[in-house]
């Protein structure tokens, strides 16, 4: 990292003393798993625990008594749904990344508190959940079906983003690695070599990801496969090429299409975070499970890539990235949220790296003001399902209503319409306040009170989810 990061690491220790964390939203991608080659891909026993791993490390920097980052008034020990929210998407290896993190942030009861663990009958015995009092957290899980999932996925089904994906494929850019790389990976033939459907012409730069893939994983799980015999360095190399092009596809300044999971991700994270706002604290820790293509395009539309190359790469197995809800050392949720709450972000890089905080949207700043972080992530944003629907050309089926819509709206020769109505006066409702925001959400919106919908905008009450075959 460069020396603004290191800076910011030994910032932390000094400041978390003087502040309180009143909330925070933290995105993961899965961990270790096989390869997504062949489709069917599912988180293995050691992805499982990098995920434990990694919810049991933020469990105790956010609800052990001890942390100086003890969110404020969080349970420590026993569960309470109101307090936390998780949501994935439909997928098998998300849902169980998910549940693995949660088992690491609440664990089972009986070894954290026996006497909460267990409850005594009016015979006078006790009893304890199964497990040794497993305790289970609600997960959401988005359908596909569902418009709610685009806020975590928001590439998947959207083909103006493969379009950005095929545009990059004709840049001068690509070919010119295509080329270049050409008899680098054909000498990769023979270990790929009984991959049932590959050829020595898949052995290319287009096919990076994968490629590198297929040889990581089998190098961890496959004692017989050939690809041990690919050196740390050859698989360093196959590994950078592999950034190269994810992050290529993924982000591209000068084609927005290329960044709309980003977008998305954004709304979904800023919603996460007025809902903690909206309701003075009550919404405490939010975790998303995704995928590694929308870090890679986040980093890129935050400007993260202007404090350290290493944002260029792809994120490591078990990733997260956080955002908290700080302000100077109180007991009390802020009165004045405009001018007392600051939102820091962190990365960490797989299970080893430091939770480490960077100045996002390139202000240099470790804490941005609620009212900026607002105005710079909704400067970004894709906010309602309409404006993902219009962005994609989408044909799933809830963007049809907004396709009557447009229809409607085309013949009658009129534009707007309720819906972007709406849209305009929810975006602006965050800074009005917070208790403007809560009458407003109490009559507007639904009430599954910790959602990721948007306390922020009406319409991202039904959210989107597309499903793309392969970013996970």
């Known amino acids: 990292m460069l020396p603004t990061a290191a800076f910011i690491v030994i910032s932390l220790v000094g400041s978390a003393a003087a ?11 899965h961990g270790d798993r096989t390869t997504k080659h062949y489709g069917a891909q599912s988180l293995t026993s050691v992805g499982a625990q990098q995920c ?5 490390d933020y469990r105790g920097r956010y609800l052990e008594a ?50 909460v663990a267990s409850s005594t009958l009016n015979n006078g015995s006790t009893s304890t959940s199964p497990l040794n009092g497993y305790q289970y957290v609600l997960l959401h899980g988005e359908n596909s079906n569902s418009p709610d999932t685009i806020w975590i996925k928001g590439d998947d ?8 994906y095929k545009a990059f494929e004709a840049s001068e850019e690509f070919q010119t690695r295509v080329t270049e790389t050409k008899d680098f990976y054909g000498s990769f033939y023979d270990v790929l070599e009984s991959v049932y459907d590959y050829k020595p012409e898949n052995m290319t730069y287009k096919n990076a990801y994968d490629i590198f893939d297929l040889v990581n ?7 017989t496969s050939l690809a041990r015999n690919v050196t740390d360095e050859e698989l360093f190399q196959l590994r950078t090429l592999a950034d190269s092009a994810e992050f290529g596809y993924n982000f591209n300044a000068s084609k927005p299409d290329s960044t709309i999971h980003a977008k998305t991700l954004a709304a979904g994270i800023l919603a996460q975070l007025n809902q903690t706002v909206a309701s003075k604290g009550k919404l405490k820790f939010s975790f998303l499970a995704g995928s590694y293509d929308t870090f890679m395009s986040f980093f890129g539309l935050t400007d993260l890539i202007t404090i350290s ?7 490591d197995y078990a990733s997260t990235m956080a955002f908290e ?3 100077d050392n109180t007991t009390v949720f802020p009165a004045n949220v405009d001018a007392d709450l600051r939102v820091r972000f962190l990365f960490r890089n797989g299970t080893f790296g430091e939770l480490t905080a960077f100045p996002l949207f390139g202000t240099g700043e470790d804490t941005l003001s609620w009212p900026r972080f607002v105005e710079e992530m909704q400067k970004r944003a894709i906010s309602t399902v309409e404006e993902w629907c219009t962005a994609c050309s989408s044909l799933v089926s809830f963007c049809a209503a907004y396709q009557d819509e447009e229809a409607t709206s085309s013949s009658s020769g009129s534009s707007g319409g309720m819906s972007n109505v709406v849209a305009g006066v929810i975006g602006a409702m965050v800074t009005l306040g917070v208790a403007v925001i809560g009458a407003i959400a109490f009559f507007m919106m639904k009430k599954r009170r910790t959602a990721p919908v948007s306390q922020v905008q009406e319409s991202m009450a039904e959210k989107s989810s597309l499903r793309s075959g392969g970013s996970v």
Do not use: M, W
């Open 19 to 29: 502040e309180t964390v009143h909330g925070v939203v933290v995105f993961s991608r």
């Open 52 to 56: 434990f791993e990694v919810g049991s």
């Open 66 to 115: 001890d942390s100086s980052s003890r969110i404020l008034n969080i349970s420590e020990d026993k569960y309470v749904s109101s307090q936390i929210y998780a949501s994935a998407p439909d997928q098998g290896i998300l849902l169980n990344t998910a549940t693995a993190f949660l088992q690491g942030l609440y664990p089972p009861l009986a070894g954290l508190n026996a006497q």
């Open 157 to 164: 089904g959207c083909p103006t983003n493969a379009k950005a």
């Open 217 to 223: 994983v089998a190098r961890i799980h496959n004692s």
């Open 309 to 315: 190359d290493d944002f260029y790469g792809l994120p």
């Open 325 to 327: 809800l700080v302000s």
